[in-house]
């Protein structure tokens, strides 16, 4: 079986976890990953023992199957634009871009290439986001009353995520790099949302991101939603994607713990028993024209708009 082959242009924290992936894929390859950090782009290479390029038109001759984008945002439209330029489908980091209006380029110059394009959302292929689907397909919870995210730092960046842009008012925050990955869910088990009002606060200093976002917003069909983030604060760092039903509430906490709780009882942690394909098994079926469970540009560039506005 021929492998689905992936270039890399981007070697940090995220970047790594890809190509971690991709190697355990038995049906994925590198053919070569790119970096403008020379030393970090060997270091990676020698790690793995995968093929480094000097130049993006090295890494673009290459011709995988996809080009993964694992940069700041504000280089993504440029790069997906040379990309599509070069008629190779793309596979992006979150968020789509910068702002919705280099997100919205991305998606003109990917259609009018006519190449594939999808986004790196974890949560969507994770077993506890797929119990929550077939719960609210299933209609366990009852009817949904609430949509609430909650988001807790004790610093921003986190220590793992220490980099020249992450703490920037530009291009990092919590609100592009986290907020994201919810906003997604939350459109793809509801629909569109609309953001009501809201209010986000920024440190005096000018140059860096947001400390605290509040929130409330309501979806296509009407159900309320609370978003509250926050950093700099003393406790540890805690997230939760709660889903309120009248039956039951499902939450997702820390990522990948699901609680599920009843009236007059204590919630209960839960082991999910799906098991759903891989975004690179995505990626592969995408290319064979059939049904995939892909996040497209188009439905990344809806998310942008709505991080866009919370960030006002």
């Not at 924290?13 to 060997?42: K, S, T, W």
């Not at 986190?158 to 907020?179: C, D, L, T």
């Not at 990344?300 to 708009?305: A, D, E, I, S, T």
Request: proline residues 5%; glycine residues 6%.
């Amino acid at each position: 079986m021929t492998k689905t082959t992936f270039a890399l242009i981007g070697t940090g924290i995220v970047g790594e976890r890809i190509i971690n992936q991709i190697l355990a894929h038995p049906n994925a390859e590198i053919v070569a990953i790119f970096d403008g950090n020379q030393a970090r782009l060997q270091e990676v290479a020698d790690k793995y023992a995968i093929s480094a390029v000097a130049t993006l038109d090295e890494l673009l001759a290459t011709k995988p199957d996809w080009v993964y984008i694992g940069t700041p945002p504000v280089s993504h439209a440029p790069l997906a634009k040379e990309i599509a330029a070069h008629g190779l489908n793309i596979l992006s980091e979150k968020p789509l871009a910068h702002d919705a209006q280099d997100g919205a380029e991305m998606v003109r110059v990917a259609s009018e290439a006519g190449v594939h394009t999808a986004m790196h959302f974890p949560l969507m292929y994770s077993p506890a986001v797929h119990e929550i689907k077939q719960a609210l397909a299933n209609k366990e919870l009852g009817d949904i009353v609430r949509i609430e995210l909650h988001t807790y730092f004790p610093e921003w960046p986190r220590k793992w995520q220490q980099n020249p842009w992450i703490a920037s008012r530009e291009q990092g925050g919590f609100i592009r790099e986290v907020f994201p990955h919810y906003l997604q869910l939350m459109h793809h088990f509801f629909g569109d949302i609309d953001i009501l009002s809201h209010e986000t606060t920024y440190p005096e200093d000018v140059s860096l991101c947001e400390t605290g976002v509040s929130a409330l917003a309501k979806t296509s069909s009407g159900i309320p939603v609370v978003l509250n983030g926050l950093s700099g604060i003393g406790q540890e760092e805690r997230l939760e994607f709660k889903v309120f039903g009248t039956e039951k509430v499902m939450t997702l906490r820390n990522w990948s713990e699901l609680w599920v709780s009843v009236a007059y009882e204590a919630a209960q942690q839960i082991s999910p028993s799906a098991q759903p394909a891989s975004l690179l098994d995505a990626c592969r079926v995408q290319l064979h024209g059939e049904d995939a469970l892909i996040v497209s540009f188009e439905e990344g560039l809806k998310v942008q708009k709505w991080i866009d506005e919370l960030l006002k």
